[in-house]
């Protein structure tokens, strides 16, 4: 339907979906006044991203899943309605996982960092593992071109690993927080204020770099500057 989803007028729908997929704007605001009151009761905000998340735990059943793609903000943003409503997908419902992606894949309209947010509606809680995947390519090109690239390469195209995972997610318990994808507990999540961005959690392995001893590094320095010197010298000569 066409209409004004987050107005007043359209509050009476609720509790009628049993699963949602949606991409809804980003970076709005709305006035109070203006927005459906049940919305504000669910958080107090006039951010267009956050209150497009009450709406949709509104118009799902109980058992009701959503796969939503958000701003990075929503993720780890530190307002007091970022919070409320992480805390409300972590304690009260059961935040399933939660797929970052990287900065290109809505190029060339926009660059923003996002994510996908997968819960489940069950108004009693059940989150237990959260499932983490880091995207690092969608089988495009992530400038504005967005050139298809070979779909067959996990290098070029992470989203059928990405389905099998989601598919398996309870098998990924042993998985280190290193690898592409993770699961976190739950406690972990409280503890860091529900924080929901990878980085948080994913852990990068640094290879150790040997570099040559000071002393070396500087005879190689000498040596190169005393070619340098004679290489200017013999042009010094030709030019006489």
Known sequence: ENRDSLSEGHASVAGQFSLILANPPFAGSLDYESTAKDLQQIVK????ELLFLALFLRLLKPGGRAAVI????????????????????V???KLDGIVSMPSGVFRPYAGVSTAI??????????????WFYDMQADGYS????????????????NLPDILARWRNRDS???????????????AEIAGNDYDLSINRYKEVVHE???????????ADLKALEAEIMRGMEE???MLQ
């Open 70 to 89: 958000v701003p990075d903000g929503v993720l780890f943003g530190s307002s007091k309605a970022h919070k409320t409503l992480r805390r409300m997908l």
């Open 208 to 218: 150790a770099v040997e570099y040559d001893p000071p002393k070396k590094i500087l």
């Open 172 to 186: 990924e318990t042993g998985r280190a927080w290193t690898e592409q994808s993770f699961l976190v507990p739950k």
């Open 235 to 237: 042009l010094e000569r």
């Open 142 to 157: 992530l400038d504005d071109k967005r050139n298809p690239l070979d779909a067959g390469k996990h290098e070029t195209n």
């Open 117 to 130: 947010l997968l819960f489940t509606k069950t108004d009693s809680g059940g989150t237990d593992d959260v």
């Open 91 to 93: 304690e009260e419902q």
């Open 45 to 48: 905000t006039k951010k267009t």
